[in-house]
């Protein structure tokens, strides 16, 4: 195995100074993203510097409360996130899209420790939490997308929607192609990230892995592994969020809820 090259605080004082180039070149060009800059690169040393020590602790402490509570909050904020793109003056959209992402994650991550990684315990932080990190993320962008899209196309296509039920379709039928096309929205990016997967640029968890020494062979099974994992559950996902709206969109009386 590779030795791991140490980043001192002068190594990442230097890798900071990219981003005082990057805010001085906004400046000379007046784009207008300077405090956005300044105010990203913050939030990006806070959050990463807290979560390496969030991390430290729960890995230290290797206890299944601990595990399970960091991807609770993990699980909260990203359905916080997709909700908010999807709409927010829906009070059931948070709790459909969290326990849609819940729902999905769970029953892959389950899939993937029973049947192929196998640890000496089931909720071992070094695989659970940054194997649920990246299913999760890409769950809630999926998640979003689809959600976002199908709660748009119906609301600017009550007419059609009407007409269809005034013909005998049922909501399910009326808003079925509707459906489809979020669903299929929401499962772009997997695609296109299976098509070009390792043809353009190195995968992230791929390069973090190979940085970290590990056998590029190996790396490159748990990219794959990931890769299909999270195909599998940014379709499930879609499939719920999807359907949850649909069945929101209506009242008791199959009528149409105007939004």
């Given at each position: 195995?590779?030795?791991?090259?140490?980043?001192?605080?002068?190594?990442?004082?230097?890798?900071?100074?990219?981003?005082?180039?990057?805010?001085?070149?906004?400046?000379?060009?007046?784009?207008?993203?300077?405090?956005?800059?300044?105010?990203?690169?913050?939030?990006?040393?806070?959050?990463?510097?807290?979560?390496?020590?969030?991390?430290?602790?729960?890995?230290?402490?290797?206890?299944?409360?601990?595990?399970?509570?960091?991807?609770?909050?993990?699980?909260?904020?990203a359905a916080i996130i997709a909700r908010n793109r999807?709409?927010?003056?829906?009070?059931?959209?948070?709790?459909?899209?969290?326990?849609?992402?819940?729902?999905?994650?769970?029953?892959?991550?389950?899939?993937?420790?029973?049947?192929?990684?196998q640890p000496k315990i089931w909720f071992e932080p070094q695989y659970l939490i940054p194997i649920a990190g990246m299913i999760l993320a890409s769950a809630m962008n999926a998640a979003?997308?689809?959600?976002?899209?199908?709660v748009k196309t119906i609301?600017?296509?009550?007419?059609?929607?009407?007409t269809h039920l005034s013909l005998g379709?049922?909501?399910?039928?009326?808003?079925?192609?509707y459906r489809q096309e979020a669903i299929r929205a929401g499962l772009i990016p997997s695609i296109n990230q299976m098509t070009i997967i390792a043809m353009i640029a190195i995968p992230t968890f791929l390069s973090g892995q190979l940085l970290s020494g590990v056998n590029p062979r190996e790396a490159a099974s748990y990219q794959i592994l990931i890769v299909f994992a999270i195909a599998f559950t940014n379709l499930l996902t879609s499939l719920l969020v999807t359907w949850g709206i649909c069945r929101q969109s209506f009242n008791s009386a199959a009528q149409l809820v105007v939004r």
């Open positions: 195995m590779m030795n791991i090259i140490q980043l001192t605080f002068a190594d990442l004082a230097s890798a900071l100074a990219l981003m005082g180039i990057v805010i001085a070149l906004s400046a000379w060009e007046k784009l207008g993203l300077e405090l956005k800059f300044a105010i990203a690169t913050g939030r990006t040393l806070l959050q990463v510097v807290v979560l390496g020590y969030i991390l430290d602790i729960v890995f230290t402490l290797n206890n299944m409360w601990a595990v399970l509570a960091m991807l609770a909050v993990m699980l909260s904020i999807i709409e927010q003056k829906n009070p059931f959209m948070l709790p459909l899209v969290w326990v849609s992402m819940l729902f999905s994650s769970t029953v892959t991550i389950t899939y993937i420790n029973l049947l192929i990684i979003a997308i689809a959600g976002e899209r199908l609301n600017s296509s009550q007419q059609e929607i009407e379709a049922s909501p399910q039928q009326a808003i079925q192609q």
